[in-house]
């Protein structure tokens, strides 16, 4: 595994580089003009005015050849420096680490839920196969990857906020505050992680070393939850990887509804605002937890699932 | 069977709890030191700096304040300042005395020239003081000097501008000043999250009496439909911003108050007369041809008032007269005799505003109704606006506010519809029309201003240029609040008189 771990850690800053160049040149590319973006940001019905276009653009460093402005920036980026905000005009990385700390924290609730509430939930399904409860699953798991957050987080606030005012509405920063935002985010990946459980805890059950250990009577619960879920771990595992990394960016809907300082707000003002530095820092930071979030996902699985192990010769 | 019986239960219970929240009755009393908790419709976008629309923000949470304020009749009242007189191209500012910033140090000419020269030197001015030279001075012991390049009649009224706030020397330090703990107003500023919440607290000297509120608590919740829930949930004393939708939950008692106000916004049909809409006829075909009754009754719900002509309601020179019928024939008519009975055009329009789209597909089949094909493209504003001012396009529908930070129109007048505007889209150009606004260089007397204004709406209307089609209203509902007042011009809300009610 260390081997796999070198391996991957290697590539890591080839994969930044690439990500790096793209995002900085997709806006670019767009023929957007960012100077009038900006001003647009910070005073949203201004008058084209040509002379503080002329100054901006210079205080920006806009004026400059966009090679030299993505060196520039990648210099500064190396040495921890991601620069001022051209929303803002104050340093990026505290506003990015504390956006990026919220969102963590939000995605590491809902993958929690996700795994205690789904993978049981997968587990008992497959041992009622065919049954109330398997069908009960199997409809909650269709109703929680069918539902978008958007229709989502308003009934929960109506029953939990309102009908029976258990949970605040919005707002972040309190226990009591997470846990609609966390319900709403956890539901898609829920409903995954019982679908996927269930499948696999079947197709586990199925093979002939189990059925033959079942046929011998060797105990119903423990085989099924050496068998059956543990495999089925290693599926969910490999994709929970994939999921911290979308919702990490992506929880743009629930951040907006519940008015939560996230990253997926921050980069939805920082492209509504034409604010590059921002956007290009914090999309660079999402590529980076995604890489390391696959990485970790990988090795985790490697430790649960003794045949891959030996697959990739770890 | 358990598990229904377990389900009605809880039903049941859910009513219950649901039901005992109800039944609260308020007494109406103002509550002492009470503490109001705001969702606010606008979050700051720029870090709360003063020459951006954030300086909207820091005004309306009663934490700065600027030389002077503007009066319900557009006509400048004093402020920090309590007197100022006009002397060529410069203006004395009497200070106000016994003023201290939230920091405690006072408020003095120096600070107050410091302020002025900081927003003046940034290197996009707000609108405005855009483009006026403008300097500020000391005075003596008690007033200020501001100075512009050539003389201006309504200096008193720019500096009501949000954007010209006094902050105290020491959040100048570099950068957009800070604003915690340093303006004048009743309530100050405490700590500020990003762009998700601030809390204030009283500031117990200030010079227009003690505030009734000990503490302010504000939420920046940019989603409409989450302020309403946020409101209902009791999370909320205040949601500004309501959709008309959510509103009607909100009237009809029930505990809540809620104000609608008309706001100095017009959404109007931009026409190219550089295009095709050059022939007059053909413009006054596309105003006869809508029905801006139906558009702000049906199409949005009520959430609009119908426009008959740019300036509404919200401002003491507005029309407040009912926009003419339609006239589908007649359309047709003119049309005919500009020789185009048939027409196909683009009507472009953005989705910032979510009223647009609504208003584009409604013209749409009113324009049908009389020969005019118009097809819709919705983009992005930004990467529209070139080729608009640039006059390579036929149709927008564009929403814009027609005070520029202060309640004179006479800037937004000359940068839309003069000859050499910087934002004229209609590409509209008129000799008679740039005389008329011509005297606005020299008039001082607010009255006077406001009858050139509707002087230049009425040519406006005569010439057909666009069709004003609806103006935009501000809503906010409050719960056990007494003392709020939705201003239009948004730069008021938290004031000394307001305060919670048991």
Known sequence: MGGLLARRLLTLPFVLLGAALLIFLLPRLAGVDTVRSVLRSRVAEAEPDPEAAARVTAELGLDRPWPEQFLRWLGHALQGDLGISFATRTPIAPQLGAALEVSAVLSALALLVAGIVGIPLGVWAARRRGGLADRAVTGFSVVGTAVPEFVLAPVLVLLLAIAVPLFPATGWGTPAQAVLPVLTLAAFPTALAAQLTRAETLDALGRPHVTVALAKGIGGSQLIWRHGARLALTGVTALSGMFFAGLLGGAVVVEVAFGIPGLGRLLYDAVIGQDLPMLQSGLLAVVGVAVLAGVGAELLQLALDPVARSEVGA | ?502
């Not at chain 2, 200020?144 to 330090?173: E, G």
């Not at chain 2, 303006?183 to 405490?190: A, D, E, I, Q, S």
């Open chain 2, 1 to 502: 069977m358990r598990t229904p019986k377990r389900l009605l239960a809880a039903v049941a219970l859910v009513g219950l709890v649901a039901g005992c929240g109800a039944a609260t009755a308020p007494t109406g009393a103002p509550v002492a030191d009470g503490e109001l908790r705001i969702a606010a419709q606008f979050s700051p976008r720029s870090g709360y700096a003063m020459d951006t629309d954030d300086a909207f923000v820091v005004a309306q949470l009663g934490s700065a304040e600027a030389l002077v304020k503007a009066g319900p009749d557009g006509t400048a009242q004093p402020g920090l300042a309590t007197a100022w007189q006009q002397d060529g191209a410069a203006w004395r500012f009497t200070l106000r005395p016994g003023v201290t910033f939230h920091d405690g140090t006072p408020l003095t000419p120096a600070a107050v020239v410091n302020a002025l020269t900081w927003v003046a030197g940034v290197s996009a001015p707000p609108r405005a003081i855009k483009g006026i030279g403008l300097r500020a001075a000391e005075a003596g012991p008690d007033a200020v000097t501001v100075t512009t390049t050539a003389p201006d009649p309504i200096l008193p009224l720019r500096l009501s501008s949000v954007n010209t706030a006094i902050l105290a020397p020491a959040a100048y330090t570099g950068g957009p000043p800070s604003v915690i703990g340093s303006g004048t107003g009743p309530m100050r500023l405490v700590t500020t999250e990003g762009n998700q919440q601030a809390t204030l607290e009283r500031n117990d000297a200030y010079w227009g009496g003690r505030p009734q509120l000990a503490k302010v608590s504000v939420r920046y919740v940019t989603d409409p439909a989450a302020r309403a829930l946020a409101l209902r949930a009791g999370d909320v004393d205040v949601a500004q911003g309501l959709p008309e939708s959510s509103l009607l939950e909100f009237t009809g008692g029930n505990g809540y108050d809620d104000q609608t106000v008309a706001a100095p916004r017009t959404v109007s049909l931009m026409l190219n007369e550089k295009g095709a809409f050059a022939d007059v006829r053909v413009r006054q075909a596309v105003a006869k041809a809508i029905d801006r009754t139906a558009l702000a009754e049906q199409a949005l719900a009520g959430s609009a008032l119908p426009a008959s002509e740019l300036y509404g309601p919200a401002v003491a020179w507005g029309s407040q007269d009912p926009p003419p019928a339609p006239d589908v024939q007649g359309a047709k008519d003119l049309l005919t005799r500009a020789g185009t009975p048939q027409l196909t055009v683009r009507l472009q329009t953005y989705p910032n505003r979510p009223e647009l789209p609504t208003l584009a597909t409604a013209v749409q089949g009113m324009l049908r109704e009389v020969g005019i094909d118009a097809q819709i493209q919705i983009g992005e504003y930004g990467t529209q606006e070139p080729e608009l001012l640039a006059g390579n396009y036929d149709m927008f529908l564009l929403s814009r506010n027609y005070l520029t930070d202060v309640p004179d129109t006479g800037a937004s007048l000359v940068s839309d519809y003069s000859c050499e505007g910087s934002y004229n889209i209609n590409q509209y150009c008129s000799p008679e029309f740039d005389a008329l606004l011509a005297p606005l260089g020299t008039i001082t007397d607010p009255a006077q201003r406001q009858e050139v204004f509707k002087a230049a709406a009425a040519k406006l209307n005569a010439d057909a240029v666009g069709v004003p089609l609806v103006h935009s209203q501000e809503n906010a509902v409050t719960k056990g609040v007494s003392g709020y007042v939705v201003d239009p011009l948004a730069k008021s809300l938290i004031t000394p008189e307001l305060t919670r009610t048991s």
